[in-house]
């Protein structure tokens, strides 16, 4: 074989591989944050496992896939009146969306979806679960809520979010609580491209959506603006504060671990940096209250 060839050979298989994937969620038990399994929507991707289930939720290929396909990609608060067709929502997602053999078994919506685009042009793809399949691999969603950092080079994507178990047997015409008022509540965050070694990058700002509680239709988030100062050492500082009404989160005395490209502020605050140069960060907020009231957030650099 050539050099040329294998040299091109080595250059597609460096485009093809997957880049690695992390993260960590404030109730592993309930909430596992890694790398998708080939079923149910495909492998080596951000992904989701619920309340110890051994398949891993591919989350571009899965949820938001599909819910972008019954909102035609158009988010619901894209129009004046807040809504798609003269409704608020939600879309109704059925087995025969994601599989059209169970669908032919299984008739009953799956559960209710909604797709937002919010604050700083962050997509947000919320899912309330409504079917309980006694199977033994079904999909427990609950109440989930998915955020995807926007416009991030090819291969590193980042996701948060929160998710609580399903509450009680939901119908179809019920309220759009998600549950999410439980202790069970957790929140979570995964990406691809992790950035590892920060040591010695400029410092960045970054804008950054929080989330919890999220009633989809209700522009009820965190905001604000996080600084990373990197520095040369082996440790940096993230400072700033997330902001909703009355409620702030000031991030002082968060320390970055400039060998990994993480951050922490003993256990109250846990994340990671995302993609080259630092591009997007992400992680979860552990409130000293009920778990309820814990947050997730992400976003990208200036």
Known sequence: MSKSVIAIALMISSVC??????????????????????????????????????????????????????????????????????KLGPRYLSFADINPVMGLFISSPLGQVWYEKRGYDTDVYSVRQIADPALPLALKFGGLVIAKVPDLPAGTSVYFGEWAPRAGTPSTNSDINLALNNAEHTVWYVGENPTGNTTGLATANYNVLGINQHTPGQNDFYTGVLTAVFGSSAQGDLTGELVRSSDQINFVGTKIDNTSGTFARKQEINGQFYGEGAAAIAGYVARNSDAHNDVAFGGKKQ
């Open 17 to 86: 591989a997957n880049a690695a994937v992390t993260g960590a969620s404030s109730k592993p038990a309930n909430i596992e944050a890694k790398e998708s399994t080939a079923l149910p929507f495909g492998a080596d991707r951000s992904g989701l496992a619920i309340s110890g289930s051994p398949l891993v939720i591919n989350l571009e290929d899965g949820p938001i896939k599909h819910i972008n396909h019954k909102y035609s990609n158009t988010p619901i608060n894209s129009h004046p009146d807040q809504s798609v067709d003269g």
